[in-house]
């Protein structure tokens, strides 16, 4: 069996995990030592800080006004699942499920909440039918399909005098991708993902239509307290919305580590830029896998329609005929002694496929990642890809 020479350059960071994802360039964990700690998230200290956390997020994201931003629990799970649970069940529902948390959302919906929703679905790499949503309908769909590499295209779909409210799941496209906030009446995500934030807190984002909703309507099943985003129910109706949850009074207890890394990505995204150069940045790193692929003959996007095409979970399948005429077992086992080979070098870490996803490669090329770690990274994935086909053909 012949070894393929290892490349000279290595990526100066090889985190290229997609959530949670990578530390903003230069990081290190000093940055934490003003962390208000030792004392209660609701004492001036804390929540101050959770309020500039609450306005930076509406400075980067560029958030309307009329908008209000609140952080809550369960990362961007928690986030959907709150607005689904608060939110839903009064009107038709439509969910598009186009990768693993969009399917998710389904079985919340149909299943947990017991709701005959309509199910708008494509195969991994694909987008369903966008022509069917309905305006008269309640939409939860996620933006950006983290484990598919997929992401709409815009929210030209969504009408503009639409009758039910949109719920975005948009975790893995904020801070990367233009989100039509005219079109959206829910928005979630987590730090967690594109500005590599630590783990467990979700950031909900409200429209006035959504407000509207959540004080006009009380759904029939029982409300865990994490959900509660009003004051018990009135007769026939919501009850009022929960203002301090919108200033930094939260449903629970943060951690105030947490908070402060998101405090020190988003000072540095501001730094850099802004909006503007974060979705420069993802969109210069997808341009690098993209320039690769164009030349290489064993690998292809899992979406395979540039168009819709994530700038962040960057999804690769093998279109190699020695793997692609393999089983579907020994598929998923070539994928996974792919990135295993890539991890035990130390060059790319944590970049296999989603447990429920096509077999392949996932590599994260969100705004906190280096173009020049990707361009050093290639001629590993083909060193890493020649590597395990030869050990195949020596099995």
Known sequence: MTTPAKPAMRP???????????KRPGWNPDILQNAVLGRSHRSKLGKARLKEAIDRTRELLEVPDDHLIGIVAGSDTGAVEMAMWAMLGGRPVQLLAFESFGKDWVTDVTKQLKIEAEVLDAPY?????????????????????????????????????????????????????????????VVTFS???????EAAHGVIVLSPRAVARLESYAPPWPMPKLFRMTSPKKEGGGGKLNAEIFEGATINTPSMLCVEDFLDAAKWATSIG?????????????????????????VAFLAEDPSIRSNTSVCLKVIDPRVTGLS????ADFAKKLASA??????????GGYRDAPPGLRIWCGATIDASDLEALMPWLDWAFATTVSELAAA
């Open 12 to 22: 100066a960071r090889a985190e290229f995990s997609s959530g949670p994802c990578a």
């Open 125 to 185: 790499g694909q987008l369903p039918d966008l022509s069917k949503v309905r305006k008269d309908a309640d939409l939860v769909f996620t933006w950006n399909g983290t484990t598919s590499g997929v992401r709409v295209p815009d929210g030209a779909f969504i009408a503009a005098d639409r009758e039910g409210i949109t719920i975005c799941d948009a975790t893995s496209a904020a801070f990367a991708q233009d989100l039509d906030w005219a079109k959206l009446d």
């Open 191 to 197: 730090w967690q993902k594109a500005l590599g934030g």
């Open 274 to 298: 802004g909006l503007t150069e974060l979705r420069r940045r993802a969109d210069s790193n997808l341009a690098v896998l993209e320039a690769w692929a164009q030349k290489t003959a064993w």
């Open 328 to 331: 579907d077992e020994a598929q």
């Open 342 to 351: 890539l991890e035990k070098e130390g060059v790319a870490l944590d970049v």
